[in-house]
């Protein structure tokens, strides 16, 4: 998310597998919220809420180092099940940082959402883009997909989106290509080197990654590939050999998972990834619990590598 043309605005789409009327209850149902609203794990208490122009929401943001960050919201535009906006980071001894506007309209049962973040200048548009980035401020959005998967459809997954200044066809060549995927997926601070297979469907790859202190082996074994819209792939761990063994650092955790990754031409070199992860095959509840409780972990581990594919396709 980054300001465009030396813009004062910074803008975001999202698209959920969920009919608009859960996506409004979602934002402005306080209960609700308080199951998704903030960057992971950020958790909120709300002390009142009147949803009307003129009217007010007062909660605080407790940040997972302690921190309690106190936010009054003021709404200017309330048209319900189409548009909201207000000013977002005011509290009794600051004035708001920026104007929300965000719109939502319905196709298909699912629901577009449109947001656009005012600032005062361009240049704090581009300060506030890079501390959004760092602080995961988008990850907020990724909640809200992983919280209306559960109420509408009872799956417990895991959603991340970013966005590149690159052409679809070149973004999607970075996941099939093995000489591209070896630059750009290991985590930070580990290289990766594909052992044998192919990015085809039905088929799979075995890869070996690691650093000076850790080394393990992984399969990607792809059931989806519709240039250049999504590509779909199972995830485990193995040996050398190809054999599934367990997490090397978590002995509870699903054995096999599905990640599906969407890609989105929002303009002519402007690219919209949403990753999703979810287990699909039998899984005990420990298995699910560690999966669910890992999704900070996940969000970490595929920033930093979507980093360095930023990098690498800037490059």
């Given at each position: 998310m980054k300001p465009k043309n030396n813009s004062a605005d910074l803008t975001l789409t999202r698209v959920y597998d969920s009919p608009v009327s859960m996506v409004w209850d979602a934002w402005t149902d306080p209960k609700k919220a308080a199951k998704w609203w903030g960057p992971r794990g950020f958790t909120i208490t709300t002390k009142s809420k009147d949803l009307r122009p003129?009217?007010?929401?007062?909660?605080?943001?407790?940040?997972?180092?302690?921190?309690?960050?106190?936010?009054?919201?003021?709404?200017?535009?309330?048209?319900?099940?189409?548009?909201?906006?207000?000013?977002?980071?005011?509290?009794?001894?600051?004035?708001?940082?920026?104007?929300?506007?965000?719109?939502?309209?319905?196709?298909?049962?699912?629901?577009?959402?449109?947001m656009t973040m005012t600032f005062e200048s361009p240049e704090r548009a581009k300060e506030m883009s890079k501390f959004i980035k760092q602080a995961s401020g988008n990850s907020t959005w990724d909640r809200l997909g992983e919280y209306l998967e559960d109420e509408c459809h009872q799956k417990k997954v895991f959603f991340l989106n970013r966005?590149?200044?690159?052409?679809?066809?070149?973004?999607?060549?970075?996941?099939?290509?093995?000489?591209?995927?070896?630059?750009?997926?290991?985590?930070?601070?580990?290289?990766?080197?594909?052992?044998?297979?192919?990015?085809?469907?039905?088929?799979?790859?075995?890869?070996e990654m690691g650093n000076d202190e850790l080394k393990f082996f992984g399969r990607s074994s792809y059931e989806i590939i519709q240039k250049p819209e999504l590509i779909s792939f199972y995830q485990e761990f193995c040996n050398?050999?190809?054999?599934?063994?367990?997490?090397?650092?978590?002995p509870v955790w699903p054995a096999r998972w599905l990640t599906t990754v969407m890609f989105t031409r929002e303009e002519e070199n402007l690219t919209r990834l949403t990753l999703r992860s979810e287990i699909v095959d039998d899984h005990t509840s420990?298995?699910?619990?560690?999966?669910?409780?890992?999704?900070?972990?996940?969000?970490?581990?595929?920033?930093?590598?979507l980093d360095r594919l930023e990098e690498y396709l800037e490059n």
């Open positions: 003129g009217g007010q929401w007062i909660y605080t943001m407790h940040g997972p180092d302690g921190v309690d960050y106190p936010n009054m919201t003021t709404y200017f535009v309330v048209e319900p099940l189409k548009r909201l906006e207000y000013d977002h980071g005011a509290n009794e001894n600051q004035k708001a940082l920026f104007r929300v506007n965000v719109v939502f309209s319905e196709q298909n049962k699912k629901t577009t959402m449109k966005v590149f200044e690159a052409p679809i066809n070149k973004v999607f060549e970075m996941f099939t290509v093995p000489a591209h995927i070896e630059k750009w997926q290991p985590p930070t601070g580990f290289t990766m080197k594909i052992i044998k297979g192919n990015v085809a469907v039905k088929e799979s790859v075995l890869y050398e050999h190809g054999e599934t063994v367990k997490h090397p650092g978590a420990e298995e699910l619990i560690a999966f669910m409780n890992e999704r900070g972990g996940m969000t970490q581990g595929w920033n930093g590598s």
